[in-house]
T-cell receptor
Framework: GQSLEQPSEVTAVEGAIVQINCTYQTSGFYGLSWYQQHDGGAPTFLSYNALDGLEETGRFSSFLSRSDSYGYLLLQELQMKDSASYFCAVRVLNSGGYQKVTFGIGTKLQVIP | SAVISQKPSRDICQRGTSLTIQCQVDSQVTMMFWYRQQPGQSLTLIATANQGSEATYESGFVIDKFPISRPNLTFSTLTVSNMSPEDSSIYLC????????????FGEGSRLTVL
């Protein structure tokens, strides 16, 4: 099976930088994704890393180290609207050869003034 | 990006009844998935809806309880059968547009309350 670990809650100040870490244990690993979900809303895709390194999309960056089974999401210039839950998720291929995505528990980010 | 329409958006159901949730996508997609999410919790994969064949269920989920149909590349249904209060949850349809993409698109979810 798959297991993912990420902090359950993080609080950060508006304008600051916050890093949300994710470690995973799985077989058949293909990549690590990050999703944002506001209360009452559907998850929305933020980023995907299939290879080691840093991917940058605007204020958000995501990093992956396959050898360490570790990744993180970096949010810069935090805004109040960034208050949400952030999920890391692993994309895996199982023995049956199909793709599936398994989610972590989610990190609830609270941005304070 | 794919636009996903799910219905019903919410429903209140009686114990022992069944409810079918529909998921319509505005384009043909390779992969369709059904997730369940309790408020404030993570997303749990129920099954992968395979076009033209039986769905692939995750551990803890069975076809008799959650029958799934996928008659074509743009539509799927999930039925929650013989419901109990433990089935109260948000059910989410999700799609991936290609086999090699890590990006999933989600519907707005169907919030079911079982009395």
């Amino acid at each position: 099976g798959q297991s993912l670990e990420q902090p359950s809650e993080v609080t950060a100040v508006e304008g600051a930088i916050v890093q949300i870490n994710c470690t995973y244990q799985t077989s058949g690993f293909y990549g690590l994704s990050w999703y944002q979900q506001h209360d009452g809303g559907a998850p929305t895709f933020l980023s995907y890393n299939a290879l080691d390194g840093l991917e940058e999309t605007g204020r958000f960056s995501s990093f992956l180290s396959r050898s360490d089974s570790y990744g993180y999401l970096l949010l810069q210039e935090l805004q109040m609207k960034d208050s949400a839950s952030y999920f890391c998720a692993v994309r895996v291929l199982n023995s049956g050869g199909y793709q599936k995505v398994t989610f972590g528990i989610g990190t609830k980010l609270q941005v304070i003034p | 990006s794919a636009v996903i329409s799910q219905k019903p958006s919410r429903d209140i159901c009686q114990r022992g009844t069944s409810l079918t949730i529909q998921c319509q996508v505005d384009s043909q997609v390779t992969m369709m998935f059904w997730y369940r999410q309790q408020p404030g919790q993570s997303l749990t994969l129920i099954a992968t809806a395979n076009q033209g064949s039986e769905a692939t269920y995750e551990s803890g989920f069975v076809i008799d309880k959650f029958p799934i149909s996928r008659p074509n590349l743009t539509f799927s249904t999930l039925t929650v059968s013989n419901m109990s209060p433990e089935d109260s949850s948000i059910y989410l349809c999700s799609v991936a547009q290609g086999p090699n993409t890590g990006e999933l698109f989600f519907g707005e979810g169907s919030r079911l309350t079982v009395l």
